[in-house]
């Protein structure tokens, strides 16, 4: 297949699969607001959902054999949502007001950069899975008990026929991200073998970019509805779900890391927005625009830093 014709079919495919994954958590949320759920809850809940794409594409890649593409997506897509959604987020709510706590956020960016600090030693396989999956539960309880407070769950009872609708949307959304990822992976694979390009790379810098634009709508639709209450929670929910599914691979097959350019310029970038962050959070409890300006001049340093690396001798 063309290489043209290749990228353009790519194109739509991210555009249904960005889609499909902006319904199921449209839909499941209407769902959560029936049903009372509080929310902090749900923003963890649609930072999961939201992470569909990832993660049907890392599945796909699991079963293709391009394991790296999936690791890099996974990797890439925290950067992306902390720095360019997060910051597209702000510039547009010219400010997002929050509290000030930061212990759950310590929390939350030691595990988002533990996959990294855990292949320091070249791998992670099974045992290093293993963990980041049990520090997943461990995190989501400790952040669901630092906040419940603040919340009244209460469930209301609603009759199945006001939830059938969305619930067929949600299933049905499913199957087309899954069958959307199943055949991007396809398309990649061929170009990745016909011009030998570095999975990892690919997966690190332009999977991520289609794979999260449904938090990426999240941002502009808070914008449209001059709702400056960015969910900072759907994008930890997101992000950690990320770590949760790096943690599912590595259980299944153990990846090799080579710790070469691209592995330092992503850690170095993953331990830099963590500090940023934690100073924008704290400073005023609110970000602002020339906060937000900057973590776009993190991600826009980032993807320059790893196009200077030559993708064809990783």
Not at 56 to 81: D, E, T
Not at 230 to 251: D, K, P, Q, R, W
Not at 265 to 273: D, H, Q, R, S
Not at 303 to 314: A, E, G, K, N, V
Request: proline share 3%; net charge positive; aromatic share 10%.
């Amino acid at each position: 297949m063309p290489a043209l014709v290749s990228l353009s079919l790519l194109i739509i495919l991210f555009a249904i699969l960005s889609l499909s994954a902006d319904q199921v958590a449209k839909n499941l949320r209407v769902m959560a607001v029936k049903l009372g759920l509080p929310i902090f809850l749900l923003g963890l809940v649609l930072g999961l959902l939201t992470s569909f794409p990832e993660g049907a594409i890392a599945i796909n890649a699991m079963i293709g054999n391009v394991q790296g593409l999936s690791i890099g997506n996974l990797l890439g897509g925290i950067i992306v949502m902390f720095s360019l959604i997060l910051g597209i987020g702000i510039i547009l709510n010219k400010e997002i007001t929050n509290d000030g706590r930061l212990s759950y956020l310590l929390l939350c960016f030691g595990y988002l950069i533990m996959p990294l600090a855990l292949a320091l030693k070249g791998s992670l396989n099974y045992i290093d899975g293993f963990f980041l999956i049990i520090l997943y539960f461990m995190l989501m309880a400790r952040l669901y008990h630092s906040n419940h407070q603040m919340f009244s769950l209460k469930i209301a009872i609603v009759s199945e026929t006001k939830i059938v609708r969305e619930t067929l949307i949600v299933l049905g959304g499913i199957v087309l991200i899954l069958l959307t990822s199943h055949f991007i992976i396809n398309i990649t694979g061929d170009l990745l073998q016909q011009y030998k390009l570095y999975p990892f790379l690919i997966g690190l810098l332009f999977f991520p970019i289609g794979t999260n634009l449904p938090e990426l709508t999240v941002a502009i639709a808070s914008w449209r509805r001059r709702d400056k209450e960015l969910s900072f929670s759907n994008l930890l929910g997101s992000s950690a779900a990320n770590v949760l599914m790096i943690g599912v691979l590595v259980t299944i097959k153990t990846f090799t890391f080579n710790n070469n350019y691209n592995y330092w310029v992503t850690l170095i970038f993953l331990i830099a927005l963590a500090i940023l962050l934690l100073i924008f959070y704290r400073s005023g409890k609110k970000l602002t625009r020339w906060e937000g300006i900057t973590l776009l001049a993190v991600y826009l340093l980032f993807m320059i830093l790893q196009f200077r690396s030559d993708p064809l001798h990783l």
